[in-house]
């Protein structure tokens, strides 16, 4: 991804607008059912963290899984590049959102010292991004946390099916950052973490795995 795309990226969330509609999405039943799956998931892969562990969320977003992290019982941290986006997630009033902190950082240069949390997330961020982008992410949030718990999305699903049909058909553009496993353990490699569990969300119906990260 060329530097101007990138930015065009940042911007574009930067939008008072476009943080309501994203926000919007995860209130239908489809949205719902998606975000439900997701919390299952992450509470696989927060297993290992105790109940009272600082943990960031970096994109937080419009706060869609700060309120999950702040009720199970971590104190949560939440930032993001756009305060639009996080406005979102503090106008929903939500005593869950109450409890966590935000703040308004970029996620590639945090403004914390090594080992602040022991434990980062980021979900929802990795499809928007290429992969130089993708290891300078999950590096400098090893930076600042023991574990990184991080989101990709993959090729296995029958909505990347369709997609793939569509694009040889002339019908869309080819789906993009969407990872095989051979790619994505690769990826992995270039970050110098080590690879602890790969968690799949919901098996041909979900784009998403979770990756469960650790320094090695």
Partial sequence: MRRADFETVQTRYRDAAVAGRYDKRYRGWEGSLNV??????????????PAGARVLDAPCGTGVFV???????????????SLEMMQVALEAKQDA??????????????PFRPKTFEAALCMRFMNLVDRPQRVAAVRELARVADVVIVGYYH????KYLGRWVRSAL??????????????????????????ERLISVA???SEAWIAVLRNK
Avoid: C
């Fill in 67 to 81: 309120g999950f992290l702040a009720t199970a019982g971590y104190r949560t941290f939440a930032s993001d590049i």
């Fill in 155 to 158: 090729k296995y699903t029958f």
């Fill in 36 to 49: 439900r799956a997701m919390f299952r998931a992450l509470r696989r892969a927060l297993a290992e963290v």
């Fill in 203 to 205: 098996p041909i119906l």
């Fill in 170 to 195: 002339g019908l869309r553009e080819r789906p993009s950052n969407r990872l095989s496993r051979r790619e994505l353990l690769a990826e992995i490699a270039e970050t110098g973490l080590k690879l």
């Fill in 97 to 110: 959102h109450a409890a966590a902190h935000f703040f308004q950082a970029d996620i590639f240069q945090l």
